[in-house]
């Protein structure tokens, strides 16, 4: 190999360096992605949707892994986790990438699908029976959003806002590089 091109550190003298605008929109694509897995994390471990207390045993509590209340993580519910952590990691690696950035655009419409489609129908829960006496009895519980939905709407903007960003941003070339100088 010729030793005349390349500088301590392995780099070659003619390599080419990204400039400071590319610097910037590389910290802000990854900057909007770590946002995103901080607020889904958040989400993971708070009630996102939760019906009201009432008098009786039963509860519904949902997060970002699913019912709150069960041992297992449901199939869609980690569909959507595995999304938004590929976009995160790819977004950390190469994140002015076109293919990454669309798979950003995927984990946010996706996220924002699931969560849009659980508080438009909510979950709920009836059940009915009857006393001793014959008296029937029953009741129904309606999950309803609590606060920490914004987390997940937040997880569904930033992975939409970064995922376009580097998109847009990798179609030009001074956001991945800058000609050596002669």
């Known amino acids: 190999m010729d030793q005349s091109h390349s500088r301590p550190g392995g780099r070659r003298a003619d390599a080419v360096k990204p400039t400071s605008a590319g610097r910037r929109r590389r910290w802000t694509v990854r900057g909007l992605h770590l946002v995103a897995c ?6 993971s471990v708070v009630p996102v949707m939760e019906a009201p207390r009432d008098s009786s045993s039963h509860e519904i509590r949902l997060n970002a892994l699913g019912d709150m209340g069960s041992d297992s993580i449901d199939g ?11 976009a995160v990691v790819g977004a950390q690696w190469f994140p002015v990438s076109r ?24 979950p709920l829960l009836m059940w009915d029976g009857q006393m001793p ?28 806002a970064g995922g376009f ?11 991945r590089t800058v000609p050596p100088a002669s």
């Open 76 to 86: 869609p519910s980690l569909l959507v986790w595995l999304l938004v952590a590929s």
């Open 133 to 160: 006496d014959g008296t029937p009895t029953g009741g129904m519980l309606v999950a309803e959003p609590t606060p920490w939905i914004t987390c997940a709407a937040l997880t569904a903007a930033c992975l939409v």
């Open 165 to 175: 960003c580097a998109v847009v941003w990798g179609r030009w070339p001074s956001a």
């Open 99 to 122: 293919a990454w950035g669309l798979l950003s655009l995927l984990a946010g419409a996706t996220t924002a699908l699931l969560w849009g489609g659980l508080v438009r129908t909510p």
């Open 38 to 43: 901080a607020a889904y994390v958040i989400a």
